[in-house]
C-alpha cells in the first residue's frame, strides 16, 4: 500500500459518513476503494460505471458498488478491531478547525490494521479454499465479469458465516 494513502484526495468523494469527519475511517473507505478500484480493472471493467452508484465524474462507481459488499468485512472490522484491542486510543487523534484527525502514528496503526486485515487467510465459502481477503476481492470482481458474460447465472455475494 502507498505511503501517501494517508493523503488521498479521495476522501471528501470515497467518505462513508460525509457528515462525520473522523479520518482514519475516510482512510479506511479510501484504501478499499482504491483496492476494489484495483480489481474491477483487472477483471475487465471500466470502474467508473457501476449499477447502485450514480455515476460522476471522477466517482469510481463500480469500486464502490462493489465496496458495499466488503465494507462490513474489511473497513468497519478493521476500525472496531483497532479501537477494542487499544491500538488505536485518544492519543492518536488531534482535534483539528474540521473536526478531528488522526496523528502520523495514528495514521500507521490504520494502515497497518488495514495491510493485517486484508493479508488475512479466510477458506472462501463458494470454493473452499484458503485466500486471501485482498484476493476475495478480486475473485468477487471476476465472479460479476461472469455473471455479464452470462457464464454463471447468479451473482454469489460474499457472505462470512
Known sequence: MPADIAVCPC?????????IRIEDKNMLACSLSKELFSTALAAGFDPYLGFYHQPRYGRPALALDLMEEFRPVI??????????????????????G?????????????????????????????????????RVMEIQ???????????IKEYPAFKIR
Not at 476522501?11 to 457528515?19: E, I, R
Not at 483497532?82 to 482535534?95: A, C, G, P, Q, W
Open 11 to 19: 476522501y471528501q468523494f470515497w467518505s462513508l459518513c460525509s457528515d
Open 75 to 96: 473497513a468497519d472490522s478493521v476500525a472496531l478491531m483497532l479501537f477494542n484491542n487499544d491500538e488505536l486510543n485518544e492519543r492518536d487523534f488531534i482535534k483539528t
Open 98 to 134: 474540521i473536526g478531528i484527525s488522526l496523528t502520523p502514528t495514528g495514521k500507521k496503526k490504520v494502515v497497518a490494521g488495514y495491510e493485517r486485515r486484508v493479508q488475512t487467510e479466510i477458506i472462501h465459502p463458494i470454493f473452499g479454499y484458503k485466500v486471501s481477503n485482498r
Open 141 to 151: 470482481s471476476r465472479l460479476l465479469s461472469r455473471v455479464l458474460s452470462g457464464e
